[in-house]
């Protein structure tokens, strides 16, 4: 076996004790074959720590690409929760849009009255002139017509026909007039039509009043003063 | 475990990217582990990329041929070895380190002092040869391949192929060091 077979044994440890003794004389003799020896050493070391670099280097950048990732993942859900609060913002932040919301509730009530009034006092032709206008979309005629009438029928109906003629200020004023504001027949439709009206002129806080007894009283339109509710708050 | 199993085997064959993919298999519970002893963040990283170079060394020298527990333990075998290190905390002769007391000394270099400047030359001198002459030699010293082996795992027609490849790079490779010296 030649020197530099032994050495390689030696290097790679594969030795045997026999051949290591060997190696052992050699050095002790030969100090040309004891600095081959050595720089075969120094030749394992160094690639042993360019290796261990090369790879603690590689670990390295891929905790740096999963540090990187997760940061970016994270700005992404920063950014996310920043667009959507936006979002949100801007939305609970629209104006309440009253016109539209008046336009989508209001409904002009009908006339269930005129088929069967009967008016004895002589002012037949009068109301019946009134539910005619009424019919007829003439909200104006109708509430003058309706305006010179007495009866509570006639009272309610003059302020649907002032909604109906937009305006509301005028309409609110007999709805919350004494005689309306006590009538049971009419109770409902007046809580309804005040909180429409107040809603109408932009007036929140006195629509939710409204809104609240509808909602506590009327079965019939219960859910959609509580939509409206939503709206406005 | 036979994922563990090809895991290993892929290593020991030389796939680099494989121990990439273990690193990231058992860091977060290495972290959660590392947690009970009082060491840092940024030491526990650094502690655990250690570990896992040890790891991968043992496996392809053949210190690790075969595993009798799972890899994993095995991996935090050395890391708990190397917290306590850190830590300067003397393992309890119960806990069996001897195991894992590997790579940190060299058994045949005790006649040698080599010389940290003698060394960091000849790293220089590797990093400037050639991959094909990097690679024989990191074969041959670093993962401590036989001829036979390294001539299998380089398709070369013959063993006479591979030994003039190498003594070819040494010769290169003591060139450059000697200019250097």
Same mark, same amino acid.
């Given at each position: 076996?030649?020197?530099?077979d032994?050495? &390689? ?5 594969k030795?045997t004790? #026999?051949?290591? #003794? ?27 720590? &360019?290796?261990? &670099?090369? $790879? ?9 690409n999963?540090? %990187? /990732?997760?940061?970016l993942?994270?700005w992404w ?12 913002? =801007?939305?609970?932040?629209?104006p309440? %849009?009253? #016109? /539209?919301?008046y ?8 006339n ?12 037949? #032709? ?5 539910? %005619?206008?009424?019919?007829s ?32 200020e ?9 005689d ?10 007046i809580? =309804?039509y ?6 109408k ?5 006195k629509?939710?009043?409204y $809104? ?18 939503l709206?406005?708050? | ?49 250690d ?5 991968? !060394? ?5 210190? @690790? ?23 300067k ?16 000394? +060299? ?14 030359k000849?790293?220089?001198g ?17 993962e401590?391949?036989s001829i +036979? !082996? ?16 190498k003594?070819?790079?040494?010769k ?5 060091? @000697?200019?250097?010296?």
């Amino acid at each position: 076996m030649n020197t530099s077979d032994l050495i &390689e044994k030696y290097i790679q440890k594969k030795a045997t004790a #026999e051949e290591l #003794e060997i190696i052992k004389q050699l050095m002790d003799r030969d100090s040309e074959f004891k600095s081959e020896v050595s720089f075969h050493l120094e030749i394992r070391k160094a690639i042993e720590k &360019e290796e261990r &670099e090369r $790879l603690k280097q590689r670990l390295q950048s891929l905790e740096q690409n999963k540090q %990187n /990732k997760r940061f970016l993942s994270l700005w992404w859900k920063i950014a996310a929760v920043f667009v959507v609060g936006a979002g949100l913002l =801007w939305l609970f932040n629209q104006p309440v %849009n009253y #016109e /539209k919301i008046y336009v989508e509730n209001f409904e002009i009530y009908p006339n269930i009255v005129a088929p069967t009034v009967r008016d004895f006092n002589g002012s037949e #032709e009068s109301i019946a002139k009134a539910f %005619n206008y009424y019919d007829s979309r003439n909200y104006r005629e109708a509430a003058k017509a309706f305006g010179a009438l007495q009866t509570e029928d006639a009272h309610f109906y003059y302020a649907m026909s002032l909604m109906g003629d937009h305006q509301i200020e005028k309409a609110i004023e007999i709805m919350k007039s004494f005689d309306l504001q006590s009538s049971e027949k009419y109770k409902n439709q007046i809580n =309804w039509y005040l909180a429409l009206g107040y809603l109408k002129i932009r007036d929140k806080d006195k629509s939710i009043i409204y $809104l609240k007894k509808v909602i506590k009283n009327d079965q019939t339109r219960a859910s959609d003063a509580q939509k409206i509710m939503l709206k406005l708050k | 475990m036979s994922r563990e199993k090809s895991l290993l085997e892929q290593i020991q064959s030389g796939d680099q990217r494989v121990i990439e993919e273990v690193y990231i298999l058992y860091k977060k519970d290495f972290v959660a582990y590392a947690s009970r002893f009082s060491v840092n963040d940024e030491d526990v990283v650094d502690i655990y990329q250690d570990s896992i170079i040890v790891l991968y !060394e043992n496996i392809i020298s053949g210190k @690790l041929v075969s595993l009798t527990s799972s890899l994993k333990t095995y991996l935090f075998a050395i890391g708990k070895y190397k917290i306590y290190n850190s830590l300067k905390i003397k393992a309890t002769t119960k806990e069996r380190f001897s195991d894992y007391e590997f790579l940190f000394k +060299e058994d045949n270099e005790e006649d040698f002092l080599l010389k940290e400047e003698n060394i960091e030359k000849v790293q220089k001198g590797y990093q400037g040869l050639g991959t094909r002459c990097q690679e024989v030699l990191k074969m041959f010293y670093y993962e401590n391949l036989s001829i +036979e !082996e390294i001539k299998n795992r380089l398709n070369y027609t013959s063993k006479d192929v591979v030994k003039s490849q190498k003594s070819r790079c040494i010769k290169q490779l003591k060139e450059i060091v @000697l200019k250097l010296r």
